[in-house]
């Protein structure tokens, strides 16, 4: 007697909006990138979930909140989580070896305490500009 | 004939010959190096201490000799900074890139404080057209009125007059916060693309006219609608919001924020992606 096959049911979670994991649309695959506005830019921050990182730099700037970093959120470049840095106008890939959480909220936490590490960096792509270019 | 086989093959802006890049999409992709060391400051900047004061009379330097002075206080890490006598100069206070905290006692011509990251700014008078154009970061507080264009194309930090401002506030605005205690004129957040305006008081006609993206509340009555200017429902998240943001702000703490009208993009304008390059240049 032939076994009769389960249909199993697939398991895969479906991500609302989740940046890095939600399916591009065929204009994002054919330019291999984000198209910036086509997640929630208006997403507020979470403010419980600032990282001991983020506190320390407000303090240090003497802001009341996370002032530009409100928007900066965290998106994905070929199909791996990135942040957008509008210093050196292109995507900043998150390393493998960084495990992001499932929620947006922390997501973006950490792409903004990453996109500051990465901007004040002697190793910004800026830096050899100024060095270059730097008139005063 | 063999040309025209060609041609045909072609889009109709590479037959004009006026596009011949290839789209390969992604432009300067950076690795991050998650072994960065901790730094709040831009390489070429300065580490200011914020309790170390001065002052600066400016009645008798040129912006460009004022803008020097500034930058030379905080190489040697001033990091409150009393402008005296700004006497209404053009571009005073701008290209500043570290934390500072920058107090003007008097008014601000054109262009003041423009592409600024970082510092928290206090004018204690008026302001000229385009204050706090490029903003990329900081807080700025003008206590009076400010003139047309007041935060032009800025893309972060909060910027805030407590009186009231001219036409074209926020115009292509990419990110960031505006608030504005009292009226604003024409045309309020003309292409705006990201971020957030805020009006307390009433606002002149064609609000939010062909703008992209980003959100206005105002408080008082609107002239009326521009472009593609749209009518939304106000949320918890938006009241949240407006609350904290008003609080920074040190206004509005009377302000019923549930009576607010929100205005946001109807999208009608979102149709670039089907146009051919050359046929994009004409749409913008």
């Known amino acids: ?136 | 004939m063999a040309n025209l086989k060609t041609a045909e093959k072609k889009t109709k802006a590479q037959s004009m010959g006026m596009h011949t890049e290839v789209l390969t999409g992604k432009t300067q992709q950076k690795f991050f190096n998650p072994d960065e060391a901790e730094n709040f400051f831009y390489w070429g900047t300065h580490d200011v201490d914020f309790n170390k004061r001065t002052e600066l009379d400016v009645k008798d330097l040129d912006c460009k000799q004022a803008n020097e002075k500034i930058d030379i206080l905080m190489s040697e890490g001033y990091g409150t900074i009393v402008i005296k006598n700004p006497q209404g100069k053009h571009s005073l206070g701008v290209g500043i890139l570290n934390k500072l905290n920058l107090i003007f006692e008097g008014s601000l011509g054109y262009f003041g404080v423009g592409a600024i990251d970082g510092p928290i700014v206090t004018v204690k008078g008026r302001v000229g057209w385009s204050c706090a154009e490029n903003m990329m970061a900081g807080k700025v507080v003008i206590e009076k009125n400010a003139g047309s264009c007041f935060g032009a194309a800025i893309r972060g930090g909060d910027l805030i007059c407590k009186g009231s401002v001219g036409a074209r506030t926020g115009i292509d605005q990419k990110g960031g916060s505006i608030i504005v205690g009292g009226d604003a004129g024409a045309f309020t957040g003309f292409m705006m693309q990201r971020g957030r305006i805020v009006i307390l008081g009433d606002v002149g006609i064609n609000l939010g006219d062909s703008m992209y993206d980003g959100t206005i509340y105002v408080g008082g009555k609107i002239g009326s609608f521009g472009s593609d200017a749209v009518e939304s429902p106000i949320t918890k998240s938006d009241i949240d919001w407006l609350t904290r943001k008003l609080k920074v702000a040190e206004i509005g703490s009377n302000v019923d924020l549930s009576k607010m009208t929100k205005v946001v993009a109807g999208k009608k304008l979102w149709n670039y992606d089907a146009l051919e390059p050359t046929e994009r240049k004409g749409a913008i």
Request: a positive charge; zero cysteines.
């Open chain 1, 1 to 136: 007697m032939a076994k009769k096959k389960k249909n199993k049911k697939k398991s895969i979670k479906e991500v609302k909006g989740q940046l890095g994991k939600k399916k591009e649309t065929a204009r994002e695959k054919m330019i291999g990138q984000t198209i910036g506005y086509r997640y929630d830019v208006n997403l507020l921050p979470d403010y419980k979930k600032l990282t001991p990182f983020l506190k320390k730099y407000i303090e240090h700037m003497g802001w009341d909140d996370l002032n530009w970093l409100e928007d900066v959120h965290m998106g994905y470049e070929e199909d791996r989580p990135a942040v957008f840095d509008r210093n050196a106008n292109g995507w900043v890939t998150i390393p493998k070896k960084i495990k992001l959480p499932d929620n947006q909220q922390d997501r973006d936490m950490i792409a903004r305490e990453l996109l500051v590490k990465f901007q004040m960096s002697p190793n910004h792509p800026l830096v050899d500009l100024k060095k270059a270019y730097l008139k005063f």
